[in-house]
């Protein structure tokens, strides 16, 4: 079993910035391509930004693009999103996902090509 356990969400004033990380246990490597989604209540999980595991090339959702990074810790094997310039509309519930084999520029945008999923860390930003 693969195991992701997000962590550093918070309550968070606009323009203010939080660091997520998402760390991987059990059966898995530091190999693995690694992204981040959000949902918000009656919305679809969205993309919010990945990472492939072969060049660590990074992807970003227009909406984040400029404010967000995306990093990796192979040794750790883990992965971060530096969250900046915090706006009320990034409030949602952000989770970290992971595959094997992802690496493809269109496929690393879609939720239903990963198959691990931590359970989430909450994100709010107050106006």
């Known amino acids: 079993q693969v195991q992701l356990v997000e962590s550093g969400g918070g309550l968070v004033q606009a323009g203010g910035s939080l660091r997520l990380s998402c760390v991987a246990s059990?059966?898995?490597?530091?190999?693995?391509?690694m992204g981040w989604f959000r949902q918000v209540p009656g919305n679809e999980r969205e993309f919010v930004a990945a990472?492939?595991?072969?060049?660590?090339?990074?992807y970003y959702a227009d909406s984040v693009k400029g404010r967000f990074t995306i990093s990796r810790d192979n040794a750790k094997n883990a992965v971060y999103l530096q969250m900046n310039n915090l706006k009320p509309e990034d409030t949602a519930v952000y989770y970290c996902?992971?595959?094997?084999?992802?690496?493809?520029?269109?496929?690393?945008?879609?939720?239903?090509?990963?198959?691990?999923w931590g359970q989430g860390t909450r994100v709010t930003v107050s106006s």
């Open positions: 990472i492939t595991w072969s060049d660590s090339r990074t």
């Open positions: 996902a992971a595959d094997p084999v992802l690496q493809s520029s269109y496929l690393i945008r879609l939720r239903s090509q990963y198959n691990y």
């Open positions: 059990g059966r898995t490597s530091s190999s693995y391509t």
